[in-house]
C-alpha cells in the first residue's frame, strides 16, 4: 500500500483573495488517494470555515506580520503533531513563517509565488528590505514556484532563483461555466435588465485602487446607462464609501460586503474592471474571463500574460482615472466588442488555464521531493 504524503499548505490568511482561491481548489482538486493536505492559515475568515466545511484540517496561527518568530514554535508543534512529509507555503507571509521549521526538520518546502512583495510604488527603503527578504526566501525553498511568467522573469533579475518554475494558476471550468444557470443577482439587487453592469470583485485594499475605480467612475457621462458593483471588504472600504458620497456616486454604485456566490456575480455582470498596481496571475480576473465577460484591467506584470488588448480586454496605465473612465465609456458604447472580447477571453481561459492541469502539475513537484514509497 503506497504511504500518503502529507502536506501541510500554508496561506497568509482566512480571508478569500487570490492566493486563498488557489490553495481552496488545489486541496479540493489533489488526487487524495496519494496527497493528504492538513492547511495553516495565519487568520481566521471565511476560508477557513469553508475549508473546515469541506473536510479538511485546518490550523490558524493568528499573526499578521511575516518573520514573526514569536510563531514559529506553534507552526513547528504542528508539523511534528501532524508528521508532515512536506510544506507548501504559498505567499511571502507564509514562507517567512514556516521555512524556519522545515530547515530545522529537514522537510522539503515549496515556495508559491503570487506576486512579490516588493512593488513598485514602495519606498527605495521598503523595496530594497523586500527584495532582500524574497530573495531570502526563495534561497530557502526547495522549489520555488511563480504563477506568471512575468513573475519568474522579474525575479530572476533581481537575485538567482535555483530550481524555480512557472505552474499557471487554473480555474474550475465547472464552477466557472457560463452556459449553467444561475441566480438571478440584477433582480435580488434591483438592477435593471437593460442598464450595463460593470463589476469590481476585489480586496479593498490599496493594491487594487479602490479610490481611483471611483474617480474613474466620476468621469464616465451619467446619461449612459451603467451601473456599478462593489464586491469586497478590505482596508479602504469606508474610505471608498465616503469618497463615493463626496464624489455624489450613490446612485449609481451598489456595494456588497465579500459574497461566497461569485460565478453567480459575474454572471450578472457586462464588464469586469480590474485597476491593480500589481499581481501574480490574478484569479478574479481569469475567473471574470471564463466566464466572457469584457476585461478592463491595468498593463502590469501577471495580467499582461493573460490579456491582449483589442484581441481579449482593454488594458490601461496604472493609477490612471482618466483611462479607466475612457475604457468604461467605450465599453458601454459598444455591445458587439463587449462581446468579441468576452468571448476571446473565455477561449483564452479554456485553452490555457485549467485548475485540472494546474494540480497535476503541482502534483508532480511534490512527487519530485517526497517519492512515494
Given at each position: 500500500m503506497i504511504k500518503k504524503i502529507k502536506i501541510l499548505q500554508a496561506i497568509r490568511q482566512g480571508k478569500v483573495g487570490g492566493g486563498e482561491t488557489h490553495v481552496l481548489d488545489l486541496v479540493n482538486e489533489l488526487d487524495k488517494q496519494v496527497f493528504e493536505s492538513?492547511?495553516?492559515?495565519?487568520?481566521?475568515?471565511?476560508?477557513?470555515?469553508?475549508?473546515?466545511?469541506?473536510?479538511?484540517?485546518?490550523?490558524?496561527?493568528?499573526?499578521?506580520?511575516?518573520?514573526?518568530?514569536?510563531?514559529?514554535?506553534?507552526v513547528r508543534k504542528i508539523v511534528e503533531q501532524?508528521?508532515?512529509?512536506?510544506?507548501?507555503?504559498?505567499?511571502?507571509?507564509?514562507?517567512?513563517?514556516?521555512?524556519s521549521t522545515a530547515k530545522s526538520l529537514g522537510i522539503p518546502l515549496i515556495y508559491t509565488v503570487h506576486g512579490w512583495s516588493f512593488h513598485p510604488d514602495q519606498s527605495s527603503t521598503v523595496k530594497i528590505i523586500r527584495t532582500l527578504s524574497e530573495r531570502f526566501l526563495v534561497k530557502m525553498a526547495n522549489r520555488t514556484i511563480c504563477v506568471s511568467q512575468s513573475n519568474l522573469k522579474e525575479g530572476l533579475s533581481k537575485f538567482p532563483m535555483h530550481d524555480a518554475q512557472v505552474i499557471l494558476n487554473g480555474i474550475n471550468q465547472q464552477k466557472f461555466n457560463p452556459d449553467q444557470q444561475f441566480k438571478d443577482v440584477r433582480k435580488e439587487l434591483g438592477i435593471p435588465a437593460e442598464a450595463v453592469l460593470i463589476g469590481y470583485i476585489a480586496r479593498i485594499t490599496a493594491q487594487k485602487e479602490p479610490l481611483n475605480f471611483l474617480r474613474g467612475i466620476a468621469q464616465v457621462p451619467t446619461d449612459l446607462n451603467a451601473k456599478y458593483l462593489i464586491v469586497g471588504d478590505g482596508e479602504l472600504k469606508s474610505e471608498m464609501l465616503e469618497l463615493a458620497s463626496s464624489l455624489n456616486l450613490n446612485d449609481r454604485l451598489i456595494f456588497q460586503d465579500f459574497r461566497s456566490?461569485?460565478?453567480?456575480?459575474?454572471?450578472?455582470?457586462?464588464?469586469?474592471?480590474?485597476?491593480?498596481?500589481?499581481?501574480?496571475?490574478?484569479?478574479?480576473?481569469?475567473?471574470a474571463m471564463a466566464m466572457k465577460k469584457a476585461i478592463i484591467a491595468t498593463e502590469i506584470d501577471g495580467i499582461i500574460d493573460l490579456i491582449h488588448p483589442g484581441e481579449n480586454g482593454v488594458l490601461i496605465p496604472i493609477s490612471n482615472p482618466d483611462k479607466i473612465a475612457e475604457a468604461i465609456s467605450l465599453l458601454i458604447e459598444d455591445p458587439v466588442l463587449r462581446t468579441k472580447l468576452g468571448e476571446q477571453a473565455g477561449a483564452t481561459v479554456r485553452e490555457k488555464f485549467n485548475v485540472d492541469k494546474m494540480t497535476r502539475s503541482v502534483e508532480d513537484v511534490y512527487k519530485a521531493l517526497v517519492p512515494l514509497t
Open positions: 492538513v492547511v495553516l492559515s495565519f487568520t481566521e475568515g471565511p476560508m477557513v470555515d469553508r475549508l473546515r466545511s469541506d473536510g479538511f484540517k485546518v490550523y490558524v496561527v493568528p499573526t499578521e506580520k511575516p518573520f514573526n518568530y514569536k510563531v514559529w514554535k506553534a501532524e508528521k508532515i512529509d512536506l510544506i507548501h507555503a504559498h505567499g511571502t507571509r507564509a514562507n517567512s513563517n514556516t521555512f456566490d461569485i460565478p453567480d456575480i459575474l454572471n450578472a455582470v457586462d464588464i469586469f474592471c480590474l485597476p491593480s498596481l500589481w499581481e501574480g496571475l490574478p484569479i478574479a480576473l481569469l475567473e
